[in-house]
């Protein structure tokens, strides 16, 4: 009885395992063909989109860094200007104070117009720079 259903079993698992070996139809073997482009094909295309999106990430946040440098650097020229015309003005309004009178009160009217120009101007050079 064992040798029946042993003979039975190798006779049903033997067409399954030499399967594996053969060659496909070339119908089957043209559709597998295609199936493996398309996939291919696919695979490579929303590789494409994946790094075009990663660029475009990267890209961004490369201007936003660019854009965030260009302001630092109108900050500090901005700075730069407002302190280099308040040490001006300091120093105008001490050479004022060695006149009398209304020739003190005219110099110190000039400097500080000119501090305030001196200001305005940096003002408008960081509008200008801003972004």
């Known amino acids: 009885m064992r040798f029946v259903i042993l003979s039975i079993l190798t006779l049903a698992i033997t067409p399954a395992l030499t ?3 053969r060659a496909a139809s070339p119908e089957v073997a043209d559709n597998d063909i295609a199936e493996a482009k398309q996939s291919a094909a696919q695979e490579v295309a929303d590789a494409q989109r994946e790094a075009e999106r990663n660029i475009d990430n ?11 440098l260009a302001n630092t650097n109108a900050k500090a020229a901005y700075d730069v200007a407002v302190a280099r015309a308040d040490g001006v003005h300091k120093i105008a309004i001490e050479e004022c104070m060695t006149q009398d009178g209304e020739a003190q009160r005219q110099c110190k009217d000039k400097a500080d117009a000119d501090y305030d120009a001196a200001r305005a101007s940096a003002k408008a050079a960081l509008a200008a720079q801003a972004r």
């Open 19 to 21: 399967a594996c070996n």
């Open 58 to 68: 990267a890209d961004q946040a490369v201007q936003a860094k660019t854009g965030d």
